[in-house]
């Protein structure tokens, strides 16, 4: 039998071939003694093709998947007649309650349901047919958000500036991380404004803070799969102090900032199609705060759920729930206060909606 040639092998596979056997050991030699009637050894079918691995080129990289994906990694094989595949992870068995294998006659499939952070390491595919292998690796990560800055402070406060420090997470998710997000509240809003995103440093700087607030601070960590889901809050707050300036009060008038409801944005005529929800926006100056009331048809609309009234810093507005016909008509906002009243009106058709034929 003539010595086995490696065959050419495909990009992430290796070909090992074993040591060859002479000619004259293929077949056994009878011993002295022995006669016809003695067993013969079972002689391996030949091989017709080398086995050789087709690995993807999307695994030829590390594959990346986030907690709880499934990995589903189908890998074309060749060998003839059918070899034997293998699968090890960091060079040890696979762990069969969690990882299932099915091989095929010219494929191999890895399949995991819900992968968890302890399934990434490097996974080998070994293909054996005879004194002949081939092998590929696949490197899997599998990964998650990571955990939030262990702290934050406040270092120093002056002028229209506040520095801050905090330290990086315990836990980054498996993966390195891609920056910090710093954001910024006042006390009078509590709304919260990013001031920095993917900044990569431990500290910071943070500027243009208005004169006269108080600002909390907070950091998320972020990597591949997004920020962290917390992020600590400062325990002190930056207090922007205005300039020492002595005012003379004498002869100072306190004014009078009451005014009665005055609307500074009318309500606009609008149509709408049937099932598609509306909403109706005017604005409102007053002091004191006045009451919004909303009509329609002169009926007042309050506390009926086909309709959501908000108002938010002078802005009032009226969400119309899937509209039908008869949702249509003259809807009125009414603010009123301890110094009068105002309305503004408008009118909504509704129409229905006739599908293209």
Not at 116 to 132: E, K, N, P
Not at 178 to 192: C, P
Not at 274 to 281: A, C, I, K, R, V
Not at 282 to 289: D, F, I, L, N, T
């Given at each position: 039998?003539?010595?086995?040639t490696?065959?050419?092998?495909?990009?992430?596979?290796?070909?090992?071939v074993?040591?060859a056997?002479?000619?004259?050991?293929?077949?056994p030699?009878?011993?002295?003694?022995?006669?016809?009637g003695?067993?013969?050894?079972?002689?391996?079918?030949?091989?017709?093709?080398?086995?050789?691995?087709?690995?993807?080129?999307?695994?030829?990289?590390?594959y990346?998947?986030?907690?709880?994906?499934?990995?589903?990694l189908?890998?074309?094989?060749?060998?003839?007649?059918?070899?034997q595949?293998?699968?090890?992870?960091?060079?040890?068995?696979?762990?069969?309650?969690?990882?299932?294998?099915?091989?095929?006659?010219?494929?191999?499939?890895?399949?995991?349901?819900?992968?968890?952070?302890?399934?990434?390491g490097?996974?080998?595919?070994r293909?054996?047919l005879?004194?002949?292998?081939?092998?590929a690796?696949?490197?899997?990560?599998?990964?998650e958000?990571?955990?939030?800055?262990?702290?934050?402070?406040?270092?120093?406060?002056w002028g229209?500036?506040?520095?801050?420090?905090w330290?990086?997470?315990?836990?980054?998710g498996?993966?390195?991380?891609l920056?910090?997000?710093?954001?910024?509240a006042?006390t009078?809003?509590?709304?919260?404004?990013?001031?920095?995103?993917?900044?990569?440093?431990?500290?910071?700087?943070?500027?243009?803070?208005?004169?006269g607030?108080?600002?909390?601070?907070?950091v998320?960590?972020?990597?591949?799969?997004?920020?962290?889901e917390?992020?600590?809050?400062?325990?002190?707050?930056a207090?922007?102090?205005?300039?020492?300036?002595i005012?003379?009060?004498?002869?100072?008038?306190?004014?009078?900032?009451?005014?009665a409801?005055?609307f500074?944005?009318p309500l606009?005529?609008?149509?709408?199609?049937?099932?598609?929800?509306?909403?109706?926006?005017?604005?409102?100056?007053?002091?004191?705060?006045p009451?919004?009331?909303?009509?329609?048809?002169?009926?007042?609309?309050?506390?009926?759920?086909?309709?959501?009234?908000?108002?938010?810093?002078?802005?009032?507005?009226?969400?119309i729930?899937k509209?039908?016909?008869?949702?249509g008509?003259i809807?009125t906002c009414?603010?009123?206060?301890?110094l009068?009243?105002?309305?503004?009106?408008?009118?909504v058709?509704?129409?229905e909606?006739?599908?293209?034929?």
């Amino acid at each position: 039998m003539e010595a086995a040639t490696a065959p050419e092998v495909a990009s992430g596979s290796k070909l090992k071939v074993k040591e060859a056997i002479p000619a004259d050991a293929e077949r056994p030699q009878t011993p002295p003694g022995q006669g016809a009637g003695c067993p013969t050894p079972q002689l391996l079918p030949p091989i017709e093709e080398h086995p050789k691995i087709w690995l993807p080129r999307a695994l030829r990289q590390t594959y990346i998947r986030k907690v709880g994906d499934t990995v589903n990694l189908l890998i074309p094989f060749q060998g003839k007649p059918k070899p034997q595949a293998t699968w090890t992870h960091n060079g040890c068995a696979l762990d069969t309650s969690r990882v299932s294998v099915r091989n095929g006659e010219q494929d191999s499939i890895l399949f995991i349901r819900e992968a968890q952070r302890a399934d990434s390491g490097r996974y080998q595919l070994r293909v054996q047919l005879g004194g002949l292998e081939a092998t590929a690796t696949v490197d899997i990560l599998v990964i998650e958000r990571p955990g939030p800055p262990q702290s934050i402070k406040l270092v120093d406060v002056w002028g229209f500036n506040a520095t801050l420090e905090w330290t990086p997470p315990q836990d980054t998710g498996n993966t390195a991380l891609l920056g910090y997000t710093v954001q910024k509240a006042d006390t009078k809003s509590g709304l919260w404004f990013t001031v920095l995103e993917r900044y990569h440093r431990t500290s910071c700087i943070v500027s243009d803070l208005i004169v006269g607030n108080s600002y909390a601070f907070r950091v998320f960590a972020e990597n591949q799969c997004g920020l962290s889901e917390t992020a600590p809050i400062t325990a002190d707050l930056a207090h922007i102090q205005k300039a020492a300036t002595i005012y003379k009060t004498k002869g100072f008038a306190q004014r009078d900032f009451s005014e009665a409801p005055k609307f500074t944005q009318p309500l606009a005529d609008c149509t709408t199609v049937t099932g598609y929800d509306t909403q109706l926006f005017c604005c409102v100056r007053a002091s004191p705060r006045p009451k919004i009331i909303w009509l329609k048809n002169k009926m007042d609309i309050q506390g009926n759920p086909k309709y959501r009234a908000l108002t938010h810093l002078g802005i009032c507005s009226l969400e119309i729930r899937k509209p039908g016909p008869f949702d249509g008509g003259i809807y009125t906002c009414k603010a009123v206060n301890p110094l009068g009243e105002a309305s503004v009106d408008c009118r909504v058709d509704v129409k229905e909606n006739i599908p293209n034929k």
